[in-house]
């Protein structure tokens, strides 16, 4: 240990080695006793740190500050200062909701067990959801990682804590019906909000942000101009608008020119979007909402699984119903975004060719055999007594059929019929091959 004083300096410093470390500290004195004493108190402290008996001295000073304190300080220094205003008062609250309601006040107080407890009685009361629940588990790990990284802890103490299993099924979508009766009902602004919603697939987020000079309606077709800024992949778009969506942004635009409108709001809904209790109310004076056969609920978000059910329905092509709903899995567009008991699966089933009008159900019917022509096209004679094999014209079985002079027996093979000695031979100018004769020994 070497106490000194450095050349152009009034306060003192100490060299010294432990395990093989060198470290150089000031000591913050201009008195050579203390400055000793201090000395002497710093290498016994790094001496008994390096041998694991004593926490490391911030550590021992984050354990008596108030954890209202660090989160401050985190929320100030600790977030990148790109970090979204949203996303930082987001963090704020939730952090100091679980540190409230947990009880904690110091960083000792953080264990894995008391966060699981109020997980599970907010789970069970109903109050949060799972996915709620497991973005504030997210929030308060990055606040415990942060010190972390800074060795203001040792370990994070829920880093053991599982993320709970999330079961939100996907939105229901509204019918046609559904849709046109909400938008026939609702006040005209927030009908404009509902058609827009349901016809371009834009998110909550993406709708409440929207600004006029993102919206060409003048361009042929019209179109969305969306920035990368204020979408959820961070990618700008270039999006067609439907015609009911150009026609309820068009009436936004005149309800919009009113006086009472500030000149520097440029939003196109420029009241914000309806929120649910104004939504419900809006679902029960259409006279529609209420749950499906699968116990789903309409919510606000179902209008963009509208948009994807409509595509879906329309038989539009799972690439292009992606690139309108900027999926970037192609699962999103054709599961999650998509409400199967919203497609037209009884017509589609109708399509499928039917068995009672093929050849064979005509001959186990009791009916002649279907007519074939060289071109392979299939018809019933109206002469139900002969069969056209012939390019041209009907031709009597009898008047063909040649004994054949090495006839065997073989077994049956599908529909293959026992072939006896009186097998036949059809000869035409269409065809030549083999057939059972009708006659029998």
């Given amino acids: 240990m070497r106490v000194f004083k450095p050349k152009r300096s009034r306060s003192w410093r100490v060299r ?19 400055a000793e004493q201090r000395a002497r108190e ?58 409230e309601e947990c009880g904690w006040k110091f960083v000792r107080d953080i264990t894995s067990k008391s966060f699981e407890a109020w997980c599970a009685e907010k789970f069970r009361a109903g109050e949060i959801k799972a996915k709620t629940l497991n973005h504030y588990l997210s929030h308060v790990r990055c606040f415990l990682n942060w010190m972390k990284k800074r060795e203001m802890i040792a370990v994070n103490p829920l880093e053991v804590v599982e993320t709970l299993q999330e079961h939100d099924d996907p939105a229901r979508s509204f019918t046609f019906e559904e849709l046109a009766k909400l938008v026939a009902t609702a006040h005209p602004y927030r009908a404009a909000v509902y058609t827009v919603a349901a016809y371009s697939g834009l998110r909550k987020g993406e709708l409440r942000t929207l600004e006029w000079h993102e919206i060409d309606l003048e361009s042929v077709p019209p179109v969305f101009k969306l920035k990368s800024s204020k979408t959820k992949n961070r990618q700008a778009d270039i999006l067609p608008i439907h015609r009911d969506a150009v026609s309820a942004l068009r009436l936004m635009r005149e309800m919009g020119k009113s006086p009472k409108r500030t000149a520097r709001n440029q939003k196109v809904f420029y009241r914000g979007i309806p929120k649910s209790p104004r939504f419900r109310l809006d679902l029960e004076e259409a006279g529609v909402g209420g749950l499906d056969e699968q116990d789903r609920p309409l919510l606000f978000k179902g209008l963009r699984t509208t948009c994807g059910t409509f595509l879906a329905s329309q038989n539009i092509q799972p690439r292009v119903a992606m690139e309108l709903m900027r999926h970037s899995d192609m699962r999103l567009t054709m599961k999650t975004y998509t409400d199967a008991s919203k497609l037209p699966l009884a017509e589609a089933i109708e399509k499928l ?13 009791g009916k002649s055999c279907p007519n074939m022509s060289i071109s392979g096209e299939i018809g019933i004679n109206e002469n139900e007594q002969e069969t056209s094999v012939s390019r041209s014209e009907s031709v009597e079985l009898g008047d063909v059929a040649q004994p054949c002079p090495k006839g065997k027996k073989i077994e049956r093979v599908g529909f293959e019929p026992t072939v006896p000695c009186g097998t036949s031979v059809f000869k035409t100018d269409a065809f030549d091959h083999s057939a059972t004769s009708p006659l029998s020994d």
Avoid at 353 to 365: D, R, T, V
């Fill in 16 to 34: 010294f080695y432990v395990d093989g470390l060198f470290f150089d500290k000031p000591l913050r004195t201009q008195n050579k006793d203390v």
């Fill in 353 to 365: 060719p039917s068995l009672q009008s093929s050849p064979i159900a005509s001959l186990n019917a």
């Fill in 42 to 99: 710093l290498v016994k402290e790094t001496e008994l740190e390096m041998a694991g008996i004593l926490s490391p001295k911030i550590q021992r000073d984050v354990a008596k500050t108030h954890l209202k304190d660090l989160l401050a300080e985190w929320i100030k220094n600790g977030l990148a200062p790109t970090t979204s205003h949203k996303h930082r008062k987001n963090s704020n609250h939730r952090v100091a909701r679980v540190i």
